[in-house]
């Protein structure tokens, strides 16, 4: 089993949807979750950080972890055709901030 | 307001030369790590370093690839000897000294092209 595990759509939806997109984790030593955004060609940008169950919401994102279950979620609402890119996952187990463990990325097109 | 810098943003080797990736981490930044995204695959870590010190070489492949990170100057990435399954995205992030809590950013990448 790997340890993270993400679907890799790819996900199309239409402006204004919202969007859910979802990973499992096997190891319950994890203590830290990410969401990053890719762009093609471009590098992983952070959007989301948090490290207790429950819910984290900045503006039209809310990350949501569910430790008992090993499933982690991003929310997109009011999507737009901006927010079209490749959605990964990552986790650690703390202590350190590097050897974060990526899902393999959601691809998300959203259409006009 | 610089972030992370990684060059060349692309570079192109015939098998069995040497590959160097460059890496200037973000300002107030003293942790290095590298990764590497195959197509098709998620990123996977290489290695974790602080000025003059490898902390964690785990994701590095025992053979032909190195990593610094000098007291002056930019983190390295050397890959000796490259081979077609070299070729890939090599990404650079940095995050503040430790305790800081501060999750990783990371650069736009190298994308490696062995031919």
């Known amino acids: 089993q790997k340890e993270v595990e993400q679907d890799p759509g790819p996900l199309s939806v239409p402006e204004g949807a919202i969007v859910s997109l979802n990973c499992t984790y096997s190891?319950?030593?994890?203590?830290?979750f990410m969401w990053y955004r890719q762009y093609s060609r471009k590098g992983p940008e952070l959007l989301m950080y948090t490290y207790s169950s429950g819910n984290k919401e900045d503006g039209r994102f809310t990350a949501q972890v569910d430790k008992s279950s090993k499933y982690i979620s991003l929310f997109i609402r009011d999507s737009q055709p901006s927010d079209s890119a490749t959605y990964l996952c990552a986790v650690n187990y703390g202590g350190s901030q590097g050897n974060l463990i990526f899902g393999k990325g959601t691809k998300l097109s959203v259409k006009p | 307001n610089a972030g992370v810098m990684q060059n060349p943003r692309h570079l192109v080797r015939r098998r069995g030369q040497e590959a160097r990736l460059r890496c200037s981490p973000m300002k107030g930044h003293s942790h290095v790590y590298w990764y590497r995204q195959l197509p098709e695959e998620g990123l996977k870590f290489m290695v974790y370093?602080?000025?003059?010190?490898?902390?964690?070489e785990s994701g590095m492949p025992k053979e032909r690839f190195s990593a610094e990170f000098p007291k002056e100057g930019p983190s390295i990435l050397r890959i000796q000897q490259v081979v077609r399954g070299d070729s890939a995205a090599y990404f650079c992030a940095s995050s503040p000294p430790r305790g800081r809590n501060s999750p990783l950013h990371f650069g736009n990448g190298t994308r490696l092209t062995v031919t």
């Open positions: 190891n319950s030593a994890f203590q830290y």
């Open positions: 370093l602080q000025k003059e010190n490898i902390i964690d």
